[in-house]
């Protein structure tokens, strides 16, 4: 019996694999994440980041959290309407999978995409500025969890039953240009009112910002531990919405 | 023996359970291991709705689907595993190749590694898609892709398949070979639920058949059975010439006849007694210096056993397009 269970496991841990693969493979160059997920962290970075006195380290740091913030949560919103648009989400979905497992999957893909770009971002960083990395651990992890988390919270909008992306684009952008601008990510937590610092400690980004702050500058303003969890936590919290959004679309039949 | 599909009572509501849409009313039938089960209806009949329920993807407001005996509700993996789905639209990613969209989905059902190329080398060449297995998709026609969609389907060797409106928007050379290819899985041993409005294609291919209308079961038969049961609906079918066109109203008057339909250069008159109406149509073409060109009597069809069930008045059916039909999508539009 636990062979059994063991072996559907692994299949299914396959078949979040397959899936991951398929969507990058099809989606990397779809104007939609070429826009909302390769483009947009390095204009939001230059917009606010040029003329304006900032190292070169502490701008690598804001500009690896803006695109494992950006590039992860942009898949879920782009891929999954689409998909359902084109019918080939049902494909998915009557796949013997389970429904964690699809949505794992298609968590990987945003977080594949965030990896993949803020590594774009750090090669930059280093080749151009010439800034060093303190924690080089931390930012791995920092990375991984960062694109896990946001990747699920982009999901949580894809899951909503819908065939437009235009639909769950638009609010999901909105979301993450105001968890921007409460986040530490312009302005450091440090310099913030308490009022302000507690509403930036509600934004999985303010976590996020200060992981990257240890890891590339060697300090931050939380313990890196409770970064990571936070991030790992708010990860698995966003999965719950995705869940019951896809339940809900099987019940309405969308 | 286990039904490959039985289903009890089963209901879907869209929307609330006291003022939304009832597309499925306490619908209740099985289909057999091994038969092709066609389930004909009009638009908005609920044959869509059915097929969405019994292959998980919608979820029923109320009823029991068991597929080889697994219930959907407590056990729905075994029986996923069991089940190959042919979506109306051909959901195929045209981003990708045929052989890495075959590939896809072996990976997906986890078809063994050492199988895989084997299994989709196989029937790429048995859909006639070999050459062309390293063009992306999104450059076939629209019958390479119903085929490839097909095979996609059937990659792990499902003991069930699902076909949403396998034809429609086909040539007709294409729509042939998709129901030659129908046949030959049928013959292999796979159990095939059709869901079609092409009446003919249900006559051609399926042992029982399923008219649904109004979310409602409304008979199961085999198509010949179907037939017989509407004896009055046998017609007389007549070219005449020279000008047969013009004499429509007169050849219903003729005693006997209850309904008239042009069907192309040809009248078809409506009798509950051809043999006596025979005689009568070759008096009236004498009478008028016509020749007779043709003239058969016809067995009742399955479109018009399905007309009468379905409250379609005969001489009036009309064979839709794709356009015609409502967006899969659209609420109330299902089938």
Redesign the interface.
């Known amino acids: 019996m636990s062979s059994q269970k063991g072996a ?1 496991i692994k ?1 299914e841990l ?2 979040a694999w ?2 991951a693969v ?1 969507d990058v ?2 989606y990397y160059l779809r104007p939609g994440m070429i826009m909302f997920g390769f483009l947009m962290p390095f204009f939001m970075f230059f917009s606010f980041s040029v003329r304006r006195e900032l190292g070169a380290a502490e701008g690598l740091a804001r500009l690896l959290a803006l695109t494992v913030f950006f590039t992860a949560g942009a898949a879920g919103p782009f891929i999954i309407p689409t998909e359902r648009r ?3 989400y ?9 429904l964690l497992t699809l949505l794992l999957g298609k968590t990987a893909v945003g977080a594949f995409f965030a990896v993949a770009v803020s590594g774009v971002a750090l090669l930059a960083g280093l080749a151009f500025f010439g800034t060093g990395i303190a924690q080089p651990w931390l930012l791995a992890a920092g990375i991984f969890l960062g694109a896990f988390s946001f990747s699920t919270l982009g999901l949580a909008f894809g899951s909503i039953p819908t ?1 437009n992306p235009g639909d769950v684009q638009m609010p999901s952008t909105l979301l993450r240009w105001g968890l921007l601008f409460i986040s530490g990510v312009f302005i450091p937590l440090s310099q913030m009112a308490p009022a302000a610092q507690a509403v930036a400690y509600l934004s999985p980004l303010t976590y996020a910002q200060d992981l990257m702050n240890h890891a590339v500058l060697g300090s931050g303003q939380i313990q890196p531990w409770l970064d990571l969890a936070v991030l790992l936590l708010s990860g698995l919290l966003f999965l719950w919405p995705s869940l019951r959004l896809h ?1 809900r679309a ?5 | 023996m286990t039904h490959a599909i039985e289903v009890e009572n089963l209901t879907k509501i869209y929307g609330q359970p006291n003022s939304g849409v009832l597309a499925v009313d306490h619908v209740t039938f099985e289909v057999h291991q091994g038969e092709i089960f066609g389930f004909l209806g009009p638009n908005g009949a609920g044959k869509t709705t059915t097929q969405r329920m019994l292959t998980t993807l919608l979820e029923p407001s109320e009823g029991r689907i068991l597929i080889d005996g697994h219930d959907l509700a407590h056990d729905a993996y075994p029986a996923k595993r069991r089940i190959g789905l042919v979506p109306e639209e051909s959901n195929v990613y045209t981003e990708l190749t045929a052989w890495d969209n075959l590939m896809f989905t072996a990976s997906l059902y986890r078809v063994p590694r050492a199988d895989r190329a084997g299994r989709a080398r196989e029937l790429l060449e048995t859909f006639g898609l070999w050459e062309k297995r390293d063009v992306r998709t999104e450059n076939f026609s629209k019958g390479m892709r119903r085929r490839l969609s097909i095979a996609m389907a059937i990659i792990h060797r499902p003991s069930l398949l699902f076909l949403d409106e396998p034809t429609p928007g086909l040539d007709a050379q294409s729509a042939r070979a998709i129901q030659g290819l129908i046949r030959q899985l049928n013959a292999e041993g796979t159990t095939v639920f059709l869901t079609t409005h092409r009446i003919e294609e249900a006559n051609q291919l399926c042992d029982r058949v399923a008219i649904i209308n109004h979310g409602r079961i409304a008979t199961i038969d085999t198509p010949e059975r179907l037939k017989r049961t509407f004896q009055r609906v046998q017609s007389v079918e007549v070219a005449l010439e020279p000008n047969g066109q013009t004499h429509g109203k007169a050849l219903g008057g003729l005693a006997g006849v209850t309904t008239t339909v042009k069907m192309g250069d040809k009248w078809r008159l409506y009798t509950e007694d051809p043999p006596a109406l025979l005689p009568v149509v070759i008096d009236y073409a004498a009478a008028h210096g016509l020749r007779v060109v043709s003239l058969n009597t016809l067995a009742p069809s399955l479109e018009d056993a399905y007309l009468e069930i379905t409250g379609g008045q005969i001489g009036t059916v009309m064979h839709e397009t794709q356009e015609d039909r409502p967006r899969r999508r659209g609420m109330g539009g299902r089938g």
């Open positions: 559907r299949d396959a078949q397959t899936v398929k493979r099809v084109i019918g080939t049902d494909r998915l979905l009557a796949a013997p999978m389970s065939t339940r099987r019940v309405l039949g969308r």
